[in-house]
């Protein structure tokens, strides 16, 4: 492999196709220990804070090196940007074609047979109102598109209904079966990655993958010698939500109604069956009837031998279905995908009845149209070696947040690393002169009821100092709720500001309408904490409520506590404490996101001063002055705002 370090220099390839690039020390560190783990198969671990360029510092040794490398990310927006910008800009840098893929989950692709099905049937399961309008434009679309990428697609939301009844899912799939088979787009992209130099996923499809591996069926991507997973500090989560178990009352209805469908059209559809159903469905209501007063999360292992009954009738009566469907299917081979479909359910469902406390957390959680049965055990991370072990290949993991001050080792027991190289790399920003931070301690405990107000009432003259230009991020719905209502009395019927809030339309739509106002105020929970990009003067105040830690409540969080506990662990300093600081530096990231970037950080939680642990939160994030009192902090601001008046102003 050439010299990694040339690439960056002023006057080296990457210069050649970007304009006003500069070389950055940081980004040539990363990429450099990128190449040598690619060419020892040394496992790495890189914190790579905001600025250093780490897309382009792994892009670049992963295109030379000529091996097969799976990048994974934990997002699909950040795949479409690998794969649409930063790789066929970077290839051209290189000088020579590198095959690249990109391979998302199946709901990502249009079927081609489920649109037809849906095209010809009025009563199409999930086609109701407004969704089947949409169809029309979904089928001129699906006569252009070579791909089947249901984001080519953009005057549909992917959050529209209509896509769940035009894509297929692992359950509903025919396989080879299927009359559109030959011209499916999943297998399309699955055979495109399978010759790749270079695939593009997200971490749910290579823990798929690697699950496949796991088991002995076949797998959808190709044998990497390397996989980079950027936004690794997701991946944990990822995981622990992957190896679970989840059976939900909607998944059944609608499986119930694919079985209808299916047995209507050839005919077989008859009275004993229409029976069984309606008996599964009315067991599974009576469930509900009975969990609903309990609460909305309900530990298995507290439920009365009552339910567990109940529980345990519905199983049986499924167990009737599987039957009769796996009697039609012996004569009606078209029935044999859903019947496939009705046994692991059944499994599924099994396993769910013969949950062991030893092994992890099982609940229910209870809504008004039915509920969910979860399970997740108490520690991925064994497991996660174990891949890794049976199918050895050079691990990279970056983000901008994976350390607790230098300390990796929270990050890397949760993946189940032992010995990997590490490297943590400061952002180049110098948050010294670009920001403050601003932490009041006579603020109410953050348990107080009236917190949220008195952090915004206290904040609020940053907000009229920075003329808007605020993100505001809430640890709770709940908190979200009070600061909406509160802002919207504050700014009253003519507002100064526009004000964007979480749930008033899709993340993606609000974070432009936040950019494009360039004097905007936006209100958020967890998803805005990270993933978000607001460079230049659009965003100068980035206002936190409180510690970002995980409330107790979160079943996953009380599968992994209680796993602590069973190993004499300090579930607080292990986990907690360091969960906090991930994601607080994740929600200060926010502001800094440009050299010409400036602003301030209000932290609303008194904690940070009055607490132990506070001093090792602080130490972890960037090295921003501490306002005293708000003049100070206003005055910061007033300073850049009088140098760099808002471009743009007003509601878009």
């Known amino acids: 492999m050439q010299n990694i370090a040339d690439f960056f220099e002023h006057d080296g390839p990457l210069a050649s196709v970007i304009d006003g690039f500069i070389p950055r020390e940081a980004q040539i560190a990363m990429a450099e220990a990128v190449a040598a783990a690619l060419q020892t198969g040394q496992e790495l671990v890189v914190e790579a804070g905001t600025g250093t360029g780490k897309t382009y510092a792994y892009l670049i040794p992963a295109l030379l090196s000529g091996q097969a490398v799976i990048l994974s990310t934990g997002t699909r927006h950040l795949q479409d940007q690998l794969f649409h910008r930063d790789l066929p800009l970077l290839t051209r840098a290189i000088g020579r074609p590198v095959k690249v893929a990109l391979l998302k989950g199946r709901a990502n692709y249009l079927c081609r047979h489920r649109l037809q099905l849906a095209l010809s049937t009025p009563m199409f399961p999930g086609l109701e109102g407004s969704s089947r309008q949409r169809l029309p434009r979904i089928e001129q679309w699906s006569q252009q598109t070579k791909l089947g990428d249901i984001a080519e697609l953009a005057q549909v939301p992917e959050s ?24 499916c787009h999943l297998l399309n992209a699955r055979k495109e990655a399978q010759s790749a130099q270079v695939v593009v996923v997200n971490h749910h499809l290579l823990l798929a993958d690697l699950s496949l591996r796991e088991d002995g069926f076949e797998q959808f991507l190709p044998a990497a010698h390397a996989i980079v997973v950027d936004e690794a500090h997701q991946f944990p989560d990822t995981a622990a939500q992957f190896f679970g178990i989840r059976l939900s009352t909607r998944a059944i209805v609608g499986l119930l109604k694919d079985i209808r469908l299916e047995c209507t059209r050839l005919g077989v559809w008859d009275k004993d069956m229409e029976k069984i159903a309606w008996s599964v469905e009315t067991k599974l209501g009576a469930l509900h009837s009975q969990l609903t007063p309990l609460g909305e999360t309900i530990d298995w292992a507290l439920l009365s031998w009552e339910v567990k009954e109940r529980w345990a009738e519905w199983v049986d009566e499924f167990k009737n279905i599987l039957t009769r469907c796996d009697q039609l299917a012996e004569s009606e081979a078209t029935l044999k995908p859903v019947t496939r479909r009705v046994s692991e359910w059944y499994d599924l469902a099994k396993t769910l009845s013969a949950f062991d406390e030893a092994n992890g957390i099982q609940w229910i959680d209870v809504n008004v149209h039915g509920f969910t049965v979860e399970f997740a055990p108490f520690e991925v991370s064994k497991r996660l070696a174990e891949q890794r072990d049976k199918h050895p290949k050079t691990w990279i993991y970056t983000s901008a947040t994976l350390a607790v001050g230098d300390d990796f080792s929270h990050f890397c027991e949760r993946v189940g690393l032992s010995q990997p190289a590490t490297l943590r790399l400061e952002s ?3 948050f010294t002169t670009q920001a403050r931070l601003m932490i009041p301690s006579s603020l109410p405990e953050p348990t107080d009821p009236c917190h949220t107000r008195a952090v915004l009432e206290m904040a609020w003259p940053l907000v009229e100092a920075a003329q808007g230009k605020t993100f505001m991020l809430f640890t709770s719905h709940r908190a979200l709720k009070q600061a909406a209502q509160y802002v919207k009395d504050r700014l009253g019927p003519k ?4 004000l964007f809030v979480q749930g008033d339309a899709p993340r993606d739509t609000l974070i432009r309408q936040f950019r494009e106002a360039g004097n905007a105020i936006l209100l958020g929970t967890a998803s805005f904490w990270e993933g978000v990009d607001v460079r230049g003067q659009a965003l100068s105040v980035v206002i936190i409520d409180k510690l970002p830690f995980q409330s107790p409540d979160d079943p996953l969080l009380r599968a992994r506590l209680k796993g602590l506990e069973q ?11 360091p969960q906090a600081v991930l994601a607080l530096k994740q929600g200060i990231g926010r502001l800094i996101r440009d050299q010409q970037d400036y602003g301030v950080v209000f932290i609303g939680d008194r904690r940070l001063k009055s607490k132990g642990y ?25 300073a850049h705002v009088s140098h760099n008046p808002p471009s743009v102003s007003g509601a878009s």
């Open 160 to 183: 529209d209904p209509v896509w769940t009844a035009v894509t297929s899912t692992k359950d509903n799939c025919l396989g080879q079966e299927c009359p559109e088979y030959q011209r």
């Open 428 to 430: 180049p920003f110098d």
């Open 495 to 498: 507002p100064r500001y526009p």
């Open 567 to 577: 190993q004499g662990q300090d579930a607080f300093r292990s986990l907690q404490l």
């Open 614 to 638: 506070g001093k090792l939160i602080m130490r972890a994030l960037p090295p921003m002055p501490l306002c005293e009192d708000m003049l100070e902090a206003t005055a910061f601001l007033q």
